[in-house]
T-cell receptor, first 114, second 114 residues
Framework: KAGVTQTPRYLIKTRGQQVTLSCSPISGYRSVSWYQQTPGQGLQFLFEYFSETQRNKGNFPGRFSGRQFSNSRSEMNVSTLELGDSALYLC?????????????FGQGTRLTVV | KQEVTQIPAALSVPEGENLVLNCSFTDSAIYNLQWFRQDPGKGLTSLLLIQSSQREQTSGRLNASLDKSSGRSTLYIAASQPGDSATYLCAVPLSNFGNEKLTFGTGTRLTIIP
């Protein structure tokens, strides 16, 4: 079974630009969650998508958005980038509504805002 | 609001020693607890998931325990090896549907000295 795939692995953007990150979940796993990891704040939940709908959202500004496609692939977008958005963005895949089943993570996208 | 803490933040031990990593959580009404490993700049690798009805879960040299009443979990690593050097994170789900939304601990950075 293929794992969670995130693209690209690395990105460098300029303050004020926007960026789109992609995540392909494990085949058959329809829930996709996004997390931001920074040295200061640790791992924080961004949002979760299931069946093309956002079901949960963390405490992040509206500049952070996402979507999910019918094949369960998900994208997240950050507009008007700020220096503080520099982070490792991680995507997780899990089967919907199945308790006590592990969440599996991708390798992440390292975003650097200059 | 669930808070998850891991102490110590960093730990160095000689190769071959057994060691214990700690994870504490404030809300004991959890459905499971998952332990992850993260290598520098990489994604998260799931190590063990221990269900709320279980007290222990084992995988190779790893053993995780869970005491819901005291809000604690431990990860025991036997006969440590240099390849075990990584950051270890624990996480609990925030919903009763599945592991789509996790609260993470602060992590313990483990260094095994050859």
């Amino acid at each position: 079974k293929a794992g969670v795939t995130q693209t690209p692995r690395y990105l460098i953007k300029t303050r004020g630009q926007q960026v789109t990150l992609s995540c392909s979940p494990i085949s058959g796993y329809r829930s996709v969650s996004w997390y931001q990891q920074t040295p200061g704040q640790g791992l924080q939940f961004l949002f979760e998508y299931f069946s093309e709908t956002q079901r949960n959202k963390g405490n992040f500004p509206g500049r952070f958005s996402g979507r999910q496609f019918s094949n369960s692939r998900s994208e997240m977008n950050v507009s008007t980038l700020e220096l503080g958005d520099s982070a490792l963005y991680l995507c997780a895949s899990s089967p919907e509504g199945v308790m006590n089943t592990e969440a599996f993570f991708g390798q992440g996208t390292r975003l650097t805002v200059v | 609001k669930q808070e998850v803490t891991q102490i110590p933040a960093a730990l160095s031990v000689p190769e071959g020693e057994n060691l214990v990593l700690n994870c504490s959580f404030t809300d004991s009404a959890i459905y499971n607890l998952q332990w992850f490993r993260q290598d520098p700049g990489k994604g998260l690798t799931s190590l063990l998931l221990i269900q709320s009805s279980q007290r222990e879960q084992t995988s190779g040299r790893l053993n995780a325990s869970l005491d819901k009443s005291s809000g604690r979990s431990t990860l025991y690593i036997a006969a440590s090896q240099p390849g075990d050097s990584a950051t270890y994170l624990c996480a609990v789900p925030l919903s009763n549907f599945g592991n789509e939304k996790l609260t993470f601990g602060t992590g313990t950075r483990l260094t095994i000295i050859p």
